[in-house]
């Protein structure tokens, strides 16, 4: 399992390469939430997502004779990116597979970083691990999961670690989830750091894999999900984060796309800043009441990406009530 | 005239009331840009705009009897809540004379700060002077002028001082301008640093009464411009901010209402960042290649604020080509 000196060692190779992101607060969301609350502002990572974080830790764990036969990655978006970026800058040839439902933003992002896109169709069946681990075979290159990773794991735990730098006597972090990487990479660094801090992870209402898997304490398969979170449409999280979670997390809450877009607006307008929907997951489940315990506490949330096409973002905060 | 040293002089003022708000850069709208551009984001100062500056410079002026009888402001928004933002901090009744068609955010968050807020219809002709101008008469309350007034300037001028220390050595500053209040306000700390620095305004294609002003050397009235900067809605600068554009100022440049959709929809997927019409309109010219021998160069562009209801701003990005 993935040690807090995993998170630390991790945060040594990828610190010249990520952004430390800001945290932030707002009066008025803590008083209209009931608590004190600190947004980890991941919009502001490279490629505009944590996910940068993970890729870096992994890529910069190749040997030379792994970068020379390049990178594979599958992703709905913001995983893709942050492989192509981190092998751009490492100068390793990246190939990325992408549903060719994803975002245009996330498309056309990661051809800007460099890499070579391949796209498949996951609405008519296709299975992305078979198109990634063909072009494995055909190259030699190096599969990069989006979180079935022990290194990517300790990589997105280093948020955590800067987040209780700058705010330690935290009582409560909240974070996205989707596979699972974020949310057992920060509780591996949060409680490593702070035994006391409780973590809970939020996942779609109608993608519920993970708080599923806790249940019956094995991952378990659900199909895709249908929800505005494009980022966290995941089918089942992997035995590594699933492990890691029943034993360091206090359990998933689940947020309706309604709840998502009402956070969203929430934050356009008193914070100024874009959050997408699978990134303002978190803050939706704390404002609309569903973090046990969360009154007058310290919380971090996890803002974990802002990848949304413009055009997109207004459509989904357009006419809502913030 | 406003000189440097009012400008020190108010910023010491307001020290411990605004924040020092971040400048934000982005490699790809440099790319984009074809200059290296620093965001000065007062989307992040209190009430979501500058013009909080402003407003502490001018109020922290009152004398005791004064701040007895209470200040009065007319305004089509950010002004609004500023300084009912700086009357209940320094603990004085504020009056607020608000147009009844502005923005319903603005006029929410300006009772939310425990202002008065008295609606007049401009559109059927009412002067909002003329309304606040009878609460003067009848309360003995001190008029806080949007632009017109040597504090306010001063107080709008603490931004520039805080830009070129972050970045001592820009080449260029472009601001909006709507009454001239920021735009002077800037000339003035900018030109007295580092006298080498060239400012431009910008204003919008239908309300160019600073660009007009500026060509006949006195100030020219214009009809209420139609346009989706609604901070930028005035239709004459004062003479004493025309006289500080005249002296130290390169000039000023139009944007269309398209143009500043565009930056915002770029602003947005870029940086992440939620900045109302008027806040755009810098980056806009900017953006759309009118700002003067702008390549290559070291450009500080003031988004002057982030106040825009998150329907409407999902309104206007959306279907704009970012």
Known sequence: MVTLSDVRAARERIRTHVHRTPVLTSRAIDARV???????????????????????????????????????????????????????????????????DAPTLKITATRGYGAEVVLYDRLGGESREGVARKIVEERGATMVPPFDDDAIIAGQGTLALELLEEVPDLDLIVTPCSGGGLLSGCAVAARGVRPAVRLWGVE????????RSVAAGH????????????????????????????????????????????????????????????????????????????????????????????????????????
Chains 1, 2 share one sequence.
């Open 204 to 211: 779609p209402e109608t993608g519920d894999d993970m708080q």
């Open 219 to 322: 991952p378990v398969t659900i199909p895709l999900p249908r929800t505005i979170a494009d980022a966290l449409q995941t089918t089942e999280p992997a035995a590594r984060t699933l492990a890691i979670v029943l034993e360091l997390v206090e359990g998933i809450l689940l947020a309706s796309d309604e709840e998502i877009r009402r956070a969203m607006a929430l934050l356009a307008s008193r914070m100024k800043i874009v959050v997408e929907p699978g990134g303002a997951i978190a803050f939706a489940a704390l404002l609309h009441g569903k973090v046990p315990d969360a009154a007058g506490r310290r919380i971090g949330v996890v803002l974990s990406g802002g990848n949304v096409d413009p055009d997109r973002f207004g459509a989904l905060i357009a006419g809502v009530e913030a």
């Open 34 to 100: 009931g608590a004190r609350v600190f947004f980890k502002a991941e919009i502001f990572q490279r490629v505009g997502a944590f996910k940068a974080r993970g890729a870096f830790s992994r890529l910069t764990l190749l040997s030379p004779e792994e970068r020379s036969r390049g990178v594979v990655a599958f992703s709905s978006g913001n995983h893709a990116q942050a492989v192509a970026l981190a092998a751009r800058e490492l100068g390793v040839h990246a190939t990325i597979v992408m549903p060719k």
